[in-house]
């Protein structure tokens, strides 16, 4: 189970920009892009010039000129979060060798070589990817009648569509934004009204300048924050678990493992608290948490399962898992996955019972409790891990 933070961000992001093929997309990409169609170049529209300010452009009439000049001079930049791909690539170069090292000990890695290709080959040119997308804007300064008028004269634009038995436009507020393929000019809206006075068409367009480099930024934030997540959890599922060719129905290990070894390093990376990530994943307490029903002692066979539920269920067990593990880390210490995992290398355990068994054994910590299912409360049971 790949990539968890991956859906929550395309809930929000559908809101204003789809960024596509931020995180582990990257495979392909030359070849996509000698192929691809040229980006779509914006057209001035008839009758109205461009205004250029403070790193912005403007489509206006030559009447707002003045006043539409005098605006974008007086925008202040959006604030950054700390998040950005480049603050991300920066931390991590700060933090190499402790990350480095901390993986190498929290997985039982005898060799760093691996990370190093992981943040050099895929991570770092991830984000960095991520941080050149900056797409052109024109901000359209005009009002619907006018729209009208221009699309009737032969103006076009993809995210604008004339219906000619109407008589009307509609407009699409949305751009595809993708690290990895030519980035069409957008022309955003900024829809004014007849009678407005030069306060209010103010107002529009400072409003709408802001509103869209805030989300704009926020979203690239969200998408490297991803990128570092899902690639560690890649990783880790790579190197450490699939070799274990653990039975189908231990794949809750696995996922959860992946997943909250991969927040530390997040964590680690973008400075965000390990403990938000956590609580993002698998809530607080207090919060509703029906997944804690779930019993992974007696897990299904996924065989039995119709294709189109396997993924909730497998979402489930992330979700169940991850308290599992937080709760076994949090008591044990983030050394109890090395402590075992020589013993699951050498025999990897067929039954639930025999992975408790290994685990007990090895750190002294009772997984069973945990992976019973709760049908008391579904917010009863919480993690507590202590690193911050």
């Not at 912005?56 to 791909?85: G, K, N, Y």
């Not at 994943?281 to 294709?307: E, S, V, W």
């Not at 290398?345 to 007990?360: C, F, G, N, Y």
Request: hydrophobic share 40%.
């Amino acid at each position: 189970m790949i990539g968890w933070r991956n859906t929550i961000c395309g809930a929000v992001l559908a809101i204003l920009i789809c960024v596509v093929g931020a995180w582990g997309a990257a495979t392909g990409a030359a070849a996509q892009s000698a192929t691809a169609p040229a980006p779509h170049k914006a057209q001035v529209p008839p009758g109205f010039v461009v205004v250029k300010a403070g790193g912005r452009s403007v489509f206006c009439e030559p009447r707002d000129q003045a006043w539409v000049q005098d605006t974008l001079a007086s925008i202040a930049p959006a604030t950054r979060p700390t998040t950005m791909p480049s603050d991300i690539v920066t931390r991590t170069q700060q933090h190499r060798k402790e990350l480095v090292d901390q993986m190498m000990r929290d997985l039982d890695l005898t060799d760093g070589k691996p990370i190093d290709e992981l943040l050099d080959n895929k991570l770092l040119p991830a984000l960095q990817r991520i941080g050149a997308v900056n797409p052109t804007i024109f901000y359209l300064v005009a009002t619907h009648q006018k729209l009208i008028d221009l699309m009737e004269a032969g103006w076009t634009d993809p995210r604008f569509h004339y219906n000619r038995y109407a008589q009307d436009v509609s407009y699409t507020p949305s751009a595809i934004l993708s690290p990895d393929k030519p980035i069409d000019d957008l022309v955003w809206w900024v829809e004014v009204r007849d009678g407005d006075n030069a306060a209010t068409r103010r107002d529009a367009l400072v409003a709408d300048v802001r509103f869209f480099e805030a989300e704009l930024i926020n979203h690239n934030s969200l998408a490297a924050e991803n990128e570092a997540e899902h690639d560690f959890e890649q990783f880790i599922h790579d190197k450490v678990f699939a070799p274990l060719k653990l039975p189908r129905r231990e794949d809750w290990f696995d996922f959860a493992g992946s997943n909250m070894f991969a927040i530390k390093y997040a964590a680690m990376v973008t400075g965000i608290p390990r403990r938000t990530w956590t609580e993002q994943l698998i809530g607080r307490p207090g919060q509703k948490r029906p997944f804690l029903q779930l019993d992974l002692i007696n897990t299904m066979d996924p065989a039995t399962i119709r294709p189109e539920y396997l993924g909730a269920y497998d979402r489930m067990l992330v979700l169940k898992g991850s308290v599992v593990i937080d709760s076994w880390l949090g008591s044990v210490g983030d050394d109890a996955l090395a402590k075992v995992l020589p013993t699951l290398r050498s025999h990897p355990p067929q039954t639930q019972q025999e992975l408790i068994d290994d685990v007990k054994k090895a750190t002294g910590y009772d997984l069973r409790p945990l992976m019973q299912g709760d049908f008391g409360s579904p917010s009863t049971r919480q993690g507590s891990s202590t690193t911050p």
